[in-house]
């Protein structure tokens, strides 16, 4: 079973930009979509972008569209998220996971494996 671990969260001024990482172990991210999802404190968890396999299709939240791009590496098996003008609204927990679909999906429920999250907060 993969092991999909975040990195690259922390603390920013809005306007700034981040750029988060997942990165697999245990198994390929090979013919498997790629999301991100996030969960801000209080609220539901929340689609932010999906990465078809091999990448030729990306999908944005209305939210995220324009600001964020996802991409991956399918040599080194990672996905990133790179977030750019963040916003306070942008503070959440992010989490990577990992579909058995090979085309982009929304739904959390399509995704079956799931990292550890992490934090982004944006303020000033």
């Known amino acids: 079973q993969v092991q999909l671990v975040e990195s690259g969260g922390g603390l920013v001024q809005p306007g700034d930009s981040l750029t988060l990482s997942c990165a697999a172990s245990?198994?390929?991210?090979?013919?498997?979509?790629m999301g991100w999802f996030r969960q801000a404190s209080g609220k539901e968890r929340e689609f932010v972008a999906s990465?078809?396999?091999?990448?030729?299709?990306?999908y944005y939240s209305r939210t995220v569209k324009g600001r964020f791009t996802i991409s991956r590496d399918n040599i080194k098996h990672t996905v990133s998220l790179q977030m750019n003008d963040l916003r306070p609204e942008d503070t959440a927990v992010y989490y990577c996971?990992?579909?058995?679909?090979?085309?982009?999906?929304?739904?959390?429920?399509?995704?079956?494996?799931w990292g550890q999250g992490a934090q982004v907060t944006v303020r000033t």
């Open positions: 996971a990992k579909s058995s679909y090979t085309v982009v999906r929304e739904a959390s429920s399509d995704y079956h494996d």
């Open positions: 245990g198994s390929t991210l090979s013919y498997s979509t």
């Open positions: 990465i078809s396999w091999p990448g030729r299709n990306t």
